[in-house]
């Protein structure tokens, strides 16, 4: 099993830490609790002024002490913190790197952080220095070397030197996936590459966007995909189909979800009313009110029982509840880390 060392443990309405096999490794003491990152558990503790969030490591010690109004969990070795409302970051050992002085901050990946001051976008390095200017409308991901920018209300790519690499003259764009990105103008989609040759020609009702070798194709209000040569390769019969992800694709008929493979076939029929994407082999599936989780032959390997389920499994872990506002996690084994 693919376990995180510590885990997040209901007990009641407070929170603790446990190891796999349930028992406590740090007492049930806080409001929240989330999975440990980068050696760091997110943890919520009520004071005088409200709920103040901070970060314990392994052994329970306060390393980020629960004083910001709100946290997100470490990423790449920083987290961002709330104060006064301004977001800034901090590290493992609970040292500001970044002062709070944005009006929003993202995680980081691939060493870059997206923040905004005043709707004014750009992207700072892990010690704070802004490698490109808080200029844009929007800034996307860095992916595949280039990133999504907006400026007077047009979109295209630009490089991490903020030079820009595909002028801004579309409508929408979004990210690069397998050298590949769609885009949009006057309404119509298409696909570019990266020097901004039009792969597929801008005439598509919707964006195609490619995935694991294969890219949604919709045809007179139904979808299906075609390979990167153009071919169809499942006929567009669906109401709606959903991007591949190990392998699968979930698929909506009639109003039912199910999932097919890369030629087609029906693994799973369309029953469920609703099914999330596959993560670590298993998908949220929702029946009659009640979510549980199949794998991918569709068993039901997570009964059904549960109110709400978060739409993947992340390092063996998933959020559901048996209850409005009651969450807690569970394993891959359906191992519930909660009691009365």
Request: with cysteine; hydrophobic share 35%; charged share 30%.
């Amino acid at each position: 099993m693919n376990y995180p060392r510590l885990i997040p443990y209901r007990k009641g309405d407070k929170w603790g830490f446990c190891d796999e096999h349930k028992n406590l490794v740090i007492p049930v003491r806080y409001e929240a609790a989330e999975p440990f990152t980068d050696g760091r558990g997110f943890i919520e503790c009520e004071t005088e002024v409200g709920g103040r969030y901070g970060f314990v490591d392994e052994f329970g010690n306060q390393v980020v002490p629960p004083i910001y109004e709100d946290a997100q969990p470490f990423s790449e070795g920083l987290a961002s913190i709330v104060t006064n409302g301004k977001f800034g970051f901090v590290d493992r050992n609970g040292n500001v790197i970044v002062p709070p002085k944005y009006d929003y901050a993202h995680d980081f990946e691939e060493g870059l952080a997206i923040v905004d001051i005043n709707d004014k976008h750009g992207l700072i390095d892990r010690a704070g220095n802004e490698i490109i200017p808080l200029k844009y409308e929007y800034i996307g991901w860095f992916s595949e070397g280039l990133i999504e920018a907006k400026l007077d209300g047009k979109y295209g790519f630009i490089d991490v030197e903020d030079n820009v690499i595909i002028p801004l003259k579309y409508d929408l764009v979004f990210s690069f996936s397998e050298g590949w990105a769609d885009v949009e103008l006057d309404g119509k989609w298409g696909v570019i590459d990266k020097l901004g040759n039009e792969i597929f020609a801008i005439r598509y009702e919707e964006a195609i966007s490619f995935s694991e070798g294969l890219g949604r194709l919709k045809i007179n209000d139904k979808e299906g995909f075609i390979d990167k040569a153009g071919n169809i390769v499942v006929e567009p019969k669906y109401d709606s189909v959903e991007m591949f992800s190990e392998g699968l694709s979930s698929v909506r008929l009639n109003g039912k979800y199910g999932f097919i493979d890369k030629t087609g076939n029906e693994i799973i029929p369309p029953k469920y009313d609703y099914a999330h994407d596959f993560s670590e082999g298993l998908s949220s599936v929702e029946l009659n009110g009640n979510n549980g989780f199949i794998d991918q032959t569709g068993n039901e390997v997570i009964p059904l029982k549960y109110f709400f389920a978060c739409m993947s499994f992340k390092n063996g872990l998933a959020l559901v509840e048996l209850d409005e506002n009651k969450g807690f996690y569970i394993g891959r084994d359906g191992t519930e880390y909660y009691e009365l």
